[in-house]
């Protein structure tokens, strides 16, 4: 396992951030999961303005503060919830990650003794951008941080592509971490590498949009999302939680779509929880999973997979 990020950890490429003062925090006990219990996990729909970073912030604390109260043990936030995906202020206002935005998160996980699954914007001290997603436990360590690699075309001047991936054990169990459109049907390569590695929770943070004329009449994430989620927790018996943001886009290409909510569980028994259609204000959804047990490592997996029908890849005829 990559060594651990210590968002109290000051950088070259951030040295005004000061080490955040936990130990005013009242400390609840850790809660923790075994093989026989259940994941209670808190979709944070959060309404993301694109350039606020310092509301969306806000607002993000008060969710974590929200799921603790309903006995979550991982808050799960949408992608780049600080600038909001695509807005062109992040290209100019990134942060380092440890930085101000992640160490408000981790202070947060140490304060209500969650995990905390996010995605935020990173600046690399290559000078590069990045589409991050981090998860930290609940002494505010930085347990993995993932970059996203399917990345859309209209999104491609604003961030770089990532190149690993990564499977932490928790008590919770083995977490595995990508952002949105890593599970398109077209880039679920990356979800088959997270089940190979051992994964039996896949957390999303995500930021699903669609046109302003689409209605909850519509029903527009069955083939794009349900149906991937699906492909891989039946596949494997694991399960897939993504969430998403709500609220009207402003600036970059995407400006005057929307994002509705609709956040999504699900594990190899089907839809564990779906958020509902929201344009305007956000929403905790909470779910309980129980933990799959995951028995086959390696080419185990293979002859799993062949078992149930799976085909594997082929060329073009």
């Not at 607002?59 to 949408?78: D, F």
């Not at 990134?94 to 202070?107: D, H, K, V």
């Amino acid at each position: 396992m990559a060594s651990l990020f210590k968002f109290l950890k000051s950088t070259p490429s951030q040295p005004a951030v000061a080490p955040a003062r936990v130990v005013a925090y009242p400390i609840a006990p850790v809660s923790s999961v075994t093989a026989t219990e259940t994941l209670r996990v808190g979709m944070g729909q959060l309404l993301v303005e694109g350039g606020e970073p310092d509301r969306n912030l806000h607002r993000a604390a008060q969710m974590i503060a929200e799921a603790a109260a309903q006995g979550c043990n991982v808050v799960l936030l949408p992608e780049t919830l600080d600038f909001a995906w695509t807005h062109p202020s992040a290209l100019t206002e990134a942060q380092p990650i440890p930085g101000i935005y992640s160490n408000r998160l981790c202070e947060e996980a140490i304060r209500h003794q969650v995990y905390v699954c996010a995605g935020l914007t990173e600046r690399a001290a290559d000078g590069r951008v990045y589409n991050a997603a981090l998860l930290i436990n609940p002494q505010g360590e930085i347990l993995t941080k993932y970059h996203k690699i399917n990345l859309l075309t209209v999104e491609q001047p604003y961030y770089a592509v990532g190149q690993t991936l990564n499977v932490v054990d928790t008590p919770l169990g083995k977490i595995g971490v990508n952002i949105c459109a890593d599970n398109f049907i077209d880039g679920l390569s990356i979800g088959h590498t997270l089940a190979r590695m051992g994964a039996e929770f896949i957390l999303s943070p995500s930021s699903w949009t669609v046109d302003y004329s689409i209605t909850e009449e519509h029903d527009p994430y069955r083939e794009k999302w349900v149906k991937p989620y699906s492909i891989l927790a039946r596949l494997y018996n694991l399960a897939v939680v993504g969430t998403t943001s709500v609220g009207y886009i402003v600036g970059g290409p995407y400006e005057g779509k929307k994002s509705i909510g609709c956040s999504l569980a699900v594990d190899a028994s089907g839809i564990r929880a779906q958020g509902k259609f929201n344009e305007f204000a956000g929403d905790l959804v909470v779910v309980d999973i129980p933990r799959p047990v995951r028995a086959e490592k390696g080419t185990q997996i293979g002859e799993m997979l062949l078992r149930k029908g799976f085909k594997y890849d082929t060329l073009p005829s």
